[in-house]
């Protein structure tokens, strides 16, 4: 069976400084594995997701995530925060193959405040 | 383009009462989903279908039923709703399994 855990349910920075919001997962084999963003009173969107090939996946609004095999992670970051990033987020892991194919398993979320 | 619509946006039911939410896309998309959100426990899978005509049970699905009427719409049962299932109802739905998932706008669900 496959879990998300993201490390810290609420993240707080400035405008102007680096957003990094961690996600850990555990899985028999490495998943495909995507990041969310839900503004409030909203539904999910997506931000980026890794399949196969480049570990370093670029979404979009300027936030990019690190697919790290060997510490099975995938923190997405932004290299300076704006106001209009304040939301929750959401990482979630899928298997590539097998029954539960197509089947997200999504972190509790982090809610990322940005002060002025 | 509407993408995936959802109704009712909030309810208030009382226990044991029955209800049906909606669910429908217009992107042609094969693969919908249902997923309830609590706070702390981010989105939990009930029910998914991978093509019209399939269902197939998610993490969650007891108390739950749902129906792929078309390609178009899947809806969600609750024959006799129960507090615990007070909660943010979102579907969702992909061109196939695996692709980007499409949310709604989410229906809030009361159980008193």
């Known amino acids: 069976a496959q879990s998300v855990t993201q490390l810290g349910s609420h993240v707080s920075v400035s405008e102007g400084a680096l957003v990094l919001l961690r996600c850990n997962y555990s899985?028999?084999?490495?998943?495909?594995l995507f990041w969310y963003v839900q503004y409030p009173n909203q539904g999910l969107q997506l931000l980026l997701k890794?399949?196969?090939?480049?570990?370093l996946v670029k979404g979009i609004n300027g936030f990019e995530a690190e697919f790290k095999k060997s510490e099975t992670s995938f923190h997405l970051t932004k290299p300076s925060a704006h106001m209009s990033d304040a939301a929750e987020y959401f990482c979630?892991?899928?298997?590539?193959?097998?029954?539960?194919?197509?089947?997200?398993?999504f972190g509790q979320g982090t809610i990322l405040t940005v002060h002025p | 383009n509407a993408g995936v619509t959802q109704t009712p946006k909030f309810q208030v039911l009382k226990t044991g009462q029955s209800m049906t939410l909606q669910c429908a896309q217009d992107?042609?998309?094969?693969?919908m989903y249902w997923y309830r959100q609590d706070p702390g426990m981010g989105l939990r899978l009930i029910y998914y279908?991978?093509?019209?005509?399939?269902?197939d049970k998610g993490e969650v699905p007891n108390g739950y039923n749902v129906s792929r009427l078309n390609k178009r719409e899947f809806s969600l049962r609750l024959e006799s709703a129960a507090p615990s299932q007070t909660s943010v109802y979102f579907c969702?739905?992909?061109?196939?399994?695996?692709?980007?998932?499409?949310f709604g706008p989410g229906t809030r669900l009361l159980v008193l």
């Open positions: 969702a739905s992909s061109a196939r399994s695996l692709e980007t998932q499409y």
């Open positions: 899985s028999s084999v490495p998943p495909y």
């Open positions: 890794y399949t196969t090939g480049a570990t």
């Open positions: 979630a892991v899928s298997p590539p193959g097998g029954t539960s194919y197509g089947k997200l398993t």
């Open positions: 992107m042609n998309h094969n693969s």
């Open positions: 279908s991978a093509s019209e005509g399939t269902t």
